[in-house]
């Protein structure tokens, strides 16, 4: 089974804090992805790599940055907490065309 | 126009009956089609994908595409309190690795 996993399934920050969220595939997937999950909103892409070192804007990737130094490991990076950041953050992985697997998520909380 | 659009709902149907959940999406060029489950709280499942059109069954829940149409499905038969749930259809593009997913139709099965 694929295995997704984040660093915290919930997290408060204050606002102007760097705010770094971890996550980790197991099954070798090339594609990993940031999500936000606003309610009303659904789902919106903020960042996307498909290889080590590679990255790629999503909707909407301001405030945002990633890193993907290693196939395995996707972070999202606040580099300046906001409040309007509030949200839940989902990471998913895939193999090229296929289906995408999420990771349990994080609630992120920004005071 | 959004890429992906689904009657966001809510969808109420009785125990035992079929649960029906319609997506449009805008690309013709689409390629692979997705649903996923999703609980109050909990993070995205996959459930079914479809490449071809047509049906296809996977014990009680069935996705049917029609690429003429630009419409894909997924019926949930003999439908259990347990399918209470948001569902979410995904649509990825002939090119390129992301999806694309509506917002989501909330089902609500009663006892």
Known sequence: DVKVTQSSRY????TGEKVFLECVQDMDHENMFWYRQDPGLGL?????????????????????SVSREKKE??????ESASTNQTSMYLCASSLSGTEQYFGPGTRLTVT | QKEVEQNSGPLSVPEGAIASLNCTYS??????FFWYRQYSG??????????????KEDGRFTAQLNKASQYVSLLIRDSQPSDSATYLCAVSPNTGNQFYFGTGTSLTVIP
């Open chain 1, 11 to 14: 997290l408060v920050k204050r």
């Open chain 2, 27 to 32: 690309d013709r060029g689409s390629q692979s």
């Open chain 2, 42 to 55: 909990k993070s995205p499942e996959l459930i079914m994908s479809i490449y071809s059109n047509g049906d």
């Open chain 1, 73 to 78: 490991r996707f972070s999202l990076i606040l």
């Open chain 1, 44 to 64: 919106r892409l903020i960042y996307f790599s498909y290889d080590v070192k590679m990255k790629e804007k999503g909707d909407i990737p301001e405030g945002y």
